[in-house]
Structure formats: C-alpha cells, structure tokens
C-alpha cells in the first residue's frame, strides 16, 4: 500500500542517506575524467539490486547507465539523472572535504549531494520502498544516468540516437529542483542551451621579459581588447545578429510568470549585492531570466598570479566564455556569428579552440502531466510548485522534447551550492522529495 512505503521512506531516510554518501565518495569529475567507470558501474550494481534490466552504454567519453522496469502498466515514468560532478577546488573553502560527505546541522554537505547525486538515491530509494513493503509497483520505470551533464552532456547524443524508442515515456522527472529561499518547492519545465567557448591569444614563442613591451605585443591585452568586444555595460552582446532568432515572451508566457514571485530582496540579500546589473526589477528582471542570452567570463587566465611581483610579458592569455541561449537560437549558426565578428573587429588571431554546444528546449505549462506532478507536490509539502516557464540554467533537454513531457523537482534547496563549495542537501527535503516521487508513482496509475 501507499502508505507502507511512505512510511518506509520515513524510517529508511539514514540508509538512503547512506547510498548518497557513497556515491559521493567516488570524486566523479567529468572535466578530469576521474571516477567514471567506477561510479557508472556502481550504479548499474544499484539498479540491478532493484531487479532491473539494465545497461552501460559506451559513448566517446562516460558511459550512460539505463535502467528499466516493465512492470506490464499502462504508464511509464522517466528519470534523467547524472552521476559525474563539477569539480570541487578550491578545497580549502570547503568546511569539510568535499569527498567525505558529512552530516551537519541536518544537511548532508559534499560533492554532488544536491547536483545531483541526492536527486538519483531519492528515486531509486523510492523504487525500492515499493518493492520492500510489497507494494506493487503500478507503472513502468526508466533510469538514463549519464556522466558527462557537467561538461555539456557531449556524448548523449550518442546513446540517444539509437535508442530514441527508449526515451519513450509519459512523464519525466529531469535531474534539479528543490526549495527556494522562502521554502516553495519549485519546478522548472525547460533549459536554456549553452555555449561555450575558449578563447586564445598567441603573441609570442615564450614569455619574456616586460620591459620588452614597449615594442613586444601582450596577448593579455589583446585577449581583453577581444573580449570588451564581446558585451557592453549596458549588458548587450554586441556579436551582429546574436540576439535575431530569440522569440519574445508569449502571452502564455506571461500569464505563468505573473504568478512568479522573483523575491528579489532576500535574493539580493543571500548574493550580496545592492541591487541587479542594470537595476533590474520586475518584468524585466523576469524578461532577461527567462528568456535572456547570456556572455559570462567563466575564467581568465595569463602570465603571473601567485605571490609577489614577476615581471613578465606573457606570451599567451587565454578565457572561457559561457553563454546561455534560448528557444530557437542555434550553436552552429552562433560559432559562424562570433568567428565573424570577431575576425571583423581585428582579432583574427584570437583562435575560437573548443566549443561545448546545445538548443534549450521546454514543455509546455499545460501539460497534464505537469498538474499531475503538482498534486504529488501538495500532497506531501501542502502548497502548489512554483513553476518556471524555463530554467536559467542549461541540460540537455532538447534530446528528450520530443519523446517524453519533462518536469524537473528535486531535493535540493536555495542554499544546496552546487558547483561551489560547501554544496549540501537538507535531510528534509530529501526524504520529503523521496515521498513526493512515492505519490507521484501512485497519481500516474490512476492518469
Ligand atoms: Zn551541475
């Protein structure tokens, strides 16, 4: 019964705490390629435990895990989870090591409880609450774990081509969510795309001695010339035809985003700032948050950062720059746009090195499947989700829009951290959000 396995959710939560730890102990960076295999196969263990038919497929970089459960139901349900992280440095601002996870003041802190480590054992806990108190389980379950979503998920693709018949699903829950600074739950129904270049400058064969500056050039300043190219301080990305494909905000849109409280004090407040770039507030603050590219210096880097002097021209500078696109904006087309731009401005020499690159993607507010999943909500946290028309953040969604309605709920919190140090769930919301995955299993059967 449903009961039995809300119940068994409240008395287990430590053991599936325990399940979080370990997987967390295994440092799964993407970006080194650390704990991939390891982790990838550990879940496949975990999944197996469950009784389900479940597989590693290969890809050009992390495997992806699949699990699934066909229970013979008319409806089947989807997870998209992750098993790598972000890296952790700096250590040293972190209270206590980032691998070790360790409880303190109800909250689980370490590498990839919130992002989204907590998120996966929520949902496989569920699975096996069921199975533990005999409850028969009335739909269809299916797991895609990949682990390469903190690198831009460059080889989903790959699995995902040949096996679009297994994304086939009548609800997803995607990987992130949780509570916001004033304890809603929130439920975020799209992603924006990212793109995400690296920037380089080659002046020189070596670094050499700065008094030659007076008739060497200096890659850092050209890099940063380049760069101011880029943005304006009004904000506006200056590349031509960068912003000719967004489609404004519908009226839709809007009447979703009306019932969105920004809380912009206490967001302010929690950040540390006075006020937004620009002064933004209200609509336009919802305007660019929704539905605003971005042009992010995510690291800058040349020559001599450590202790004291060093007077040195260096050779070489090179940045990363993130940018976060919307609905209809393509990667491809970007890439040809900045080369050009940038080859227009002069900086031909400034070479464009790699690029990580996907479209958003959204389900639509009024899908069923959406209200179904904010029943499940009330019902255990006693309040309507908050729900965002789109994410700011980035995933690979646009692989899964066309096979399965997605909606991204999870156990993290407004001061989870994730991809900075300190990141931590709150036990809470764990086990909470463990109970709201139970009633959603349980609302799907009757749909
Ligand atoms: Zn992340």
Known sequence: MLEDVIQYLEKHTNQALETVKQLVRIPSVAAKGEGIEETATLLKSMFEELGMKTQLHPTSGSPVVTASLDVGAKRTLLFY??????????????????????????????????????DTTSRI??????????????????????????????????FVEPNKHFLKADGGIWEFGGAAIDGIQEAWLGLKGDFYVQLEVERLNRDVHSSTATHLPSAPFRLIWALNSLKDEKERILIPGWYDDITPLTKADWQHLDKVDMLEEDTKKYYGVDSYVLNLTGDKLKEVYYNGPTCCISGLTSGWQGKGSKTVLPAKASAKVDFRIVEDMDPEDLLKKLRAHLDNQGFSDVKITWHEAYPAAKTSPDHPFIQLVNTANKKIFGHDLRVHITSPGSGPLYLFKDHVPMVSIGVSDYDSRGHAPNESIKIDNFRNGMKRIAIIIDEMSRW
Do not use: M
């Open 125 to 158: 806990w569920t699975i096996r609450a069921f199975q533990e108190t005999d409850t028969p389980l009335p739909v269809n379950i299916k797991f895609v774990v990949e682990g390469e979503e903190e690198i831009g998920s460059i080889h989903l693709s790959e």
């Open 81 to 118: 989870d992750h098993y790598d992280v972000q890296p952790a440095e700096p250590f040293d601002l972190w209270d206590s090591p980032p691998f070790e996870p360790e409880i303190r003041n109800g909250r689980l802190y370490g590498r990839g409880t919130a992002d989204n480590k907590g």
